[in-house]
């Protein structure tokens, strides 16, 4: 199944105050394997770059100045995205700016019945835990050394690894190819069998041992079950 990991910067937390889209970075995924397909685009927010937001991202108003504006690149968003699924951490935050974006010039806004939020598989798989992103990739081992401040493509890779694991993992150990099989011998030691200390007890009583006496008499001199009779020195011809 066809997924796409998404993720965005921004200036701010509130798209309803001025806050805009400064970034936006998504990976294609296919059962949960990255395809190597990926959407990137840094954005104009027409407006100035609050310190608290650029220490997070380190996108300054300078370098953004020369950037499209998201008008010019909904339409390869938009063919990106498809009708796919959306993989999103947090994903009120995100889609609330994707479709602040998008009211702006008169486009439908993304349902969140599309939207799968990893935030809340964290909080159902790790109920009491801290689930960032961050605190994700540590407890899944994930390495983050290139992370050193947000980025919406690398958090877009970051997560679609982190989303694999919260769907119980890839299996990249299960082996598809024929295994070399080896011959091994064992050395069995065979013992003679050992005598019971008393013999078992006969299964029938009187009565039933003469009923069957009594049967096997009846089949004549001839009989093969005359061979197997108690007392026979003979064995049945092969």
């Not at 608290?52 to 380190?58: D, R, T």
Request: proline share 6%; charged share 25%; glycine share 8%.
């Amino acid at each position: 199944m066809r997924e796409i990991v998404l993720d965005t910067e921004t200036t701010g937390l509130n798209p309803l105050t001025g806050d805009r889209l400064v970034e936006i970075g998504c990976v294609e995924i296919y059962n949960r394997i990255p395809t190597g397909q990926v959407y990137h685009v840094y954005l104009n927010p027409q407006r100035d770059m609050p310190i608290e937001a650029f220490n997070v991202h380190g996108l300054s108003a300078e370098f953004l100045s020369d950037k499209p504006l998201f008008a010019q690149v909904v339409e390869e968003f938009l063919a990106f995205i498809e009708d796919s699924p959306l993989v999103i951490h947090n994903a009120a935050f995100d889609i609330g700016f994707i479709n602040a974006e998008l009211a702006k010039i008169g486009r439908p806004p993304i349902t969140f019945d599309r939207v799968i939020d990893t935030l809340s598989l964290a909080r159902r798989r790790h109920p009491g835990a801290s689930n960032r992103l961050d605190d994700l990739m540590s407890r899944y081992g994930i390495d983050g050394s290139r992370r050193t401040k947000h980025g919406a493509l690398l958090d877009s890779e970051l997560l679609a690894d982190v989303y694999a694991e919260l769907c119980g993992g890839r299996q990249t150990a299960l082996g598809l190819t024929v295994a070399e099989t080896r011959e091994e011998t064992t050395d069995f030691v065979i013992g003679a069998p050992r005598e019971r200390p008393r013999p078992l007890p006969a299964r029938l009583d009187p009565a039933e041992a003469a009923a069957h006496a009594a049967f096997v008499a009846s089949l004549g001199d001839g009989a093969i079950w005359k061979d197997y009779a108690a007392g026979s020195d003979s064995a049945p011809a092969a």
